[in-house]
């Protein structure tokens, strides 16, 4: 199996969104998936933070502050699982997994993965390739 056939067999039934943020310049940048899992407009370029903040239950908002400043600092990775409002502003559970990346004559940046996380139920879905 490809490297693009696991990317798309991941993203082919739940929202699975990457990211990356620039330490220098604090942006952060988002696929369309993260803009749907918390209820936003996509857009090119980066991501509100403000309106981002505003989709994160505050409880968990400083776990989430901690995670960025020890993987910046300790140069490592980390995950969490928080609650997060999607477009009907109900709360969801989400997952994020991020690692500090070197970049040079930079601070570097962050990158990961965010995906939502669902109820088991049994189901069956079926795609035709179409997007």
């Given at each position: 199996?490809?490297?693009?056939?696991?990317?798309?067999?991941?993203?082919?039934?739940?929202?699975?969104?990457?990211?990356?943020i620039?330490?220098?310049?604090?942006?952060?940048?988002?696929?369309?998936?993260?803009?749907?899992?918390?209820?936003m407009?996509?857009?090119?370029?980066?991501?509100?933070?403000?309106?981002?903040?505003?989709?994160?239950?505050?409880?968990?908002?400083?776990?989430?502050?901690?995670s960025?400043?020890?993987?910046?600092?300790e140069?490592?990775?980390?995950?969490?699982?928080?609650?997060?409002?999607?477009?009907?502003?109900?709360?969801?559970?989400?997952?994020?997994?991020?690692?500090f990346?070197?970049?040079?004559?930079?601070?570097?940046e962050?990158?990961?993965?965010?995906?939502?996380?669902?109820?088991?139920?049994?189901?069956?879905?079926?795609?035709?390739?179409?997007?």
């Amino acid at each position: 199996m490809t490297e693009s056939e696991v990317v798309e067999l991941a993203q082919a039934f739940r929202l699975y969104g990457f990211f990356r943020i620039d330490l220098d310049s604090g942006h952060f940048f988002a696929t369309s998936d993260v803009f749907r899992m918390f209820g936003m407009e996509s857009t090119k370029g980066p991501l509100n933070m403000v309106e981002f903040r505003s989709r994160i239950h505050p409880e968990d908002m400083p776990m989430l502050m901690e995670s960025f400043e020890r993987t910046c600092a300790e140069k490592q990775s980390y995950h969490n699982i928080y609650r997060a409002l999607n477009a009907e502003n109900q709360y969801k559970f989400v997952r994020t997994v991020g690692k500090f990346r070197a970049k040079p004559n930079s601070a570097g940046e962050i990158v990961g993965i965010t995906y939502e996380f669902f109820e088991r139920l049994r189901t069956a879905a079926f795609s035709d390739g179409e997007q």
